[in-house]
């Protein structure tokens, strides 16, 4: 069974940092795009950082400088880094190895690929 497990969130002042992890089992994360997400009030998701299967990485705006992905292959494990955080980075956040990097979806849309169960991100003032 292919299954991605997501750790790190909690609770965090504003400024404060957060590693996310995503660890994978039964798929290799070097053999696939691999996404964070960020859940809105209305359950879609927003894509908010990739690594590609190339390695490429990229960033919506609003995280580029203060937010980091990496993979390690060893551990299977893709990271998302939260340095700075901001009030409105608070939110649940779900990994995902999509078969298409779409902007917005479906939050756990199974057609479009593994999803993870989610963290909680918590900023406060």
């Known amino acids: 069974e292919v299954q991605l497990v997501e750790s790190g969130g909690g609770s965090v002042q504003a400024g404060g940092s957060l590693r996310l992890s995503c660890t994978a089992s039964?798929?290799?994360?070097?053999?696939?795009?691999m996404g964070w997400y960020r859940q809105r009030p209305d359950n879609v998701c927003d894509l908010i950082s990739t690594?590609?299967?190339?390695?490429?990485?990229d960033y919506v705006t609003s995280v580029k400088g203060r937010f980091t992905i990496s993979r390690d292959s060893v551990k299977n494990t893709v990271y998302l880094q939260m340095n700075n955080l901001h009030i409105d980075d608070m939110a649940v956040y779900f990994c995902a190895a999509p078969r298409l990097l779409l902007v917005s979806v479906q939050c756990g849309l199974k057609g479009l690929g593994v999803w993870g169960q989610g963290t909680q991100v918590t900023v406060s003032s």
């Open positions: 039964g798929m290799d994360v070097d053999d696939s795009h």
């Open positions: 690594v590609r299967r190339d390695g490429t990485v």
